[in-house]
Each structure stands twice: as structure tokens, then as C-alpha cells.
């Protein structure tokens, strides 16, 4: 027990360099799911989608978009834990729709949320049913998480008059991958598309400082597929993007032209604008016939922890609104609850053999020298 515990310690601070890829392998639904679902009679009533959690060593924290159709009370909630897995619910919600007038005053949906070593900085989608209807794109600060700030001058990124995000643009997912360097992903549709499902597309932005982005010329940066008959030809949307320090990491919802079954997809690239599909998706698929998450699961977003990727996502079926679900990948050593692999243990079993001879080592050399 010792030495698994030992294992447990040492691994979580493995680099980057030593994660692997989250392309390989194949994710573990956690047995227990959901790990979030709604309150019953609260503002979250009905669901509970687009999981965005930060892991800081020592908590995870988790916002996400809830709401309840009764009262027509929607917006961002949040919630906190200690293994990822057991949550609790602040209770009320963080952010909700602005008043009257306000850009923001239709509803507010959860784009992303980071650290920036001061503050926390959420980027989100807000709407009205006069001048922004087709969405925008909002900044809120927090010190805490739970009090959040807008900006003064909001929305922060608008439709393009004649882009592919004319006709919607939501789910804005940034990341920092350098100092005074943001990068963002978004999801876009333009009004050339009739169908009744348009084709929704994946579109990027850069920024200096989080507030004035610039657009990619280059247009989407992740469209359908072309072939009719893949699992992501209708559209994509929904992205979420991690940097290992040379490449970055996409996942994202992908549905067939029959718009009927989101699955989750995983991407590359070198620079955030080029990006190779991987060979084996969709990398996470819904759940068997009577299951939590039998039609479909989507909104995905992917943490480190240690050199252990997590998964929160969000699922449903024909009888219940979304819940939110974990998964983690088979390459990868376990969370508590999760089931060890022989192969996990044994490579942790070395690198902290390892270790342990390297302080030896340090230490014999120290009291050769004294």
C-alpha cells in the first residue's frame, strides 16, 4: 500500500514531455456516472452540460451551464471537489443573463475558463432578441470563482457581416499557450446554409491580451467531413484544446448529416490552424441501450492531471435532459476509483524506484563531499 501510494505522489508531477498521447488508447467511462446532475427544484433542475474544470494540484473546480425550463432560469453554476469525481455545487449561479438592454440580457452559456496566475478569466457566449440575437462573444474576472466581473466593454467578439459565424457563434474555448498570447477556438454558422440543421464549423481567433481578437483569414479550421457517410459530416462544434508544448490537442462533438447523435472526436496540430483528424473516431461514443448517456454525448473538456488525462463531458437520453459524465484514458494511471492497470503500476513502480535512487545518490555525494 505503501509503495502505491508512492506511485500516486510521484506521478502527478510528471511534464508534459512525459504524457501520453491522449490519441492513442481508448477512454474509460467512469462506472459511477454521472458525477453532476441536476438539483431537483433548483435553478439547475432539468441539466447540467458544457463542463469546463480546472485542476490547480490541489482542487478541482467545475463550471458549467445549467437550467430549469420551468422557470425559465438558465446560467453558469459551479462546483468544487477534491478527488474529481464526488462534487459540490456552489448553489446558486455565477454568472446569469444581464439586464434589460444588456447584450447579454437573453441568456449567458459557458465558454472556457483559465488561470492567468492573478485572476480567472471566463470567455462566454451571450445573446438578446434585438440586436444579438446570432450570439457574441463576453470576458468576466474572478478572484474566487464565483464572482464575476464583466467587462466594460463587452461583447469582446461579434458575427462576422458575411462569415461563417453570421449566422451563430458559441462554445468559445481559449487557452494561454505562451505568455501575452491567447488562442481561441470557436464555434461558427453562416446563413448560406438552409438546412434544418445548418452545418456548424470550427473557427480560431488570436489574441495579445484576451480582449481584441483577430479573426483567422483562412476561414474554418475544422469543417465536416466531406465524406456523407462519416460520424462527423453534419457538423462540428464544441471544441477544447489543450498545448503539450509543441502541438496542441482538440477535442470536439461531431454528428452525422442525420443530426440525431453527437459523438466526441480528437485532433492535432502543429500550429492551432491545421489540424489531422485521428484515425480511430470518434475517440468517445454514447452509452449502451438504457443508459445515462444512450443518445449521445458531447461538449467535451479535457484536463491534465498529472500525466493522466480527464475527460468531463456531457450526455443524455430519451428519458432524461444532460448530465455530466468522466472519462480517462487507458494510457494513463488511475484517479482514485478508477481501476489500476498492470501497466500503470508497473511504470510508476520504476519511475519512483528511479527517483529513489537518484536522492540516494544525492545524498552519498553530499557526505562524500563533507
Request: with cysteine; hydrophobic share 35%; glycine share 12%.
Amino acid at each position: 500500500m505503501f509503495l502505491i501510494g508512492s506511485i500516486l505522489v510521484v506521478l502527478p508531477s510528471v511534464a508534459y514531455a512525459d504524457v501520453p498521447s491522449a490519441g492513442t488508447g481508448q477512454w474509460v467511462k467512469y462506472p459511477g456516472n454521472p458525477v453532476l446532475a441536476p438539483t431537483p427544484g433548483s435553478w439547475d433542475a432539468d441539466y447540467v452540460v458544457g463542463p469546463r474544470v480546472l485542476y490547480d494540484g490541489h482542487i478541482f473546480r467545475m463550471w458549467y451551464n445549467g437550467g430549469n425550463t420551468a422557470t425559465g432560469t438558465s446560467g453558469v453554476g459551479y462546483a468544487t471537489s477534491n478527488d474529481g469525481i464526488v462534487w459540490a455545487k456552489y448553489g446558486v449561479r455565477v454568472l446569469m443573463p444581464g439586464p434589460t438592454g444588456a447584450w447579454d440580457s437573453g441568456e449567458v452559456e459557458l465558454g472556457s475558463v483559465i488561470w492567468n496566475g492573478t485572476l480567472f478569466l471566463m470567455w462566454y457566449r451571450g445573446s438578446n432578441t434585438t440586436s444579438l440575437g446570432t450570439g457574441a462573444v463576453g470576458l468576466a474576472t474572478s478572484t474566487n470563482g464565483t464572482t464575476w466581473v464583466r467587462y466594460d466593454h463587452n461583447p469582446i467578439l461579434k458575427p462576422s457581416r458575411f462569415g461563417l459565424d453570421q449566422k451563430y457563434l458559441a462554445t468559445p474555448y481559449s487557452i494561454s499557450p505562451s505568455p501575452r498570447s491567447y488562442d481561441m477556438w470557436y464555434s461558427g454558422e453562416d446563413s448560406a446554409n438552409q438546412k434544418i440543421s445548418p452545418t456548424s464549423r470550427l473557427l480560431y481567433a488570436t489574441s495579445l491580451d484576451g480582449v481584441d481578437w483577430a479573426k483567422w483569414p483562412g476561414g474554418a479550421v475544422l469543417s465536416p467531413s466531406a465524406d456523407p457517410n462519416a460520424w462527423d459530416s453534419g457538423s462540428v462544434y464544441s471544441p477544447s484544446v489543450i498545448y503539450d508544448g509543441s502541438n496542441f490537442e482538440l477535442w470536439y462533438t461531431g454528428m452525422n448529416e442525420s443530426y440525431i447523435m453527437p459523438q466526441i472526436g480528437f485532433a492535432t496540430s502543429p500550429d492551432g490552424a491545421n489540424w489531422t483528424r485521428s484515425p480511430i473516431n470518434p475517440v468517445l461514443g454514447p452509452g449502451g441501450s438504457g443508459s445515462w448517456d444512450s443518445a449521445g454525448v458531447e461538449q467535451p473538456n479535457v484536463i491534465l492531471y498529472g500525466n493522466s488525462y480527464l475527460l468531463y463531458y456531457d450526455g443524455f437520453s430519451t428519458a432524461a435532459g444532460g448530465r455530466i459524465g468522466l472519462a480517462q484514458n487507458s494510457g494513463s494511471v488511475a484517479v482514485p476509483e478508477f481501476p489500476v492497470s498492470p501497466d500503470a503500476l508497473l511504470s510508476g513502480l520504476v519511475l519512483c524506484i528511479t527517483l529513489c535512487f537518484i536522492r540516494r545518490a544525492k545524498v552519498i555525494s553530499a557526505d562524500d563531499s563533507n
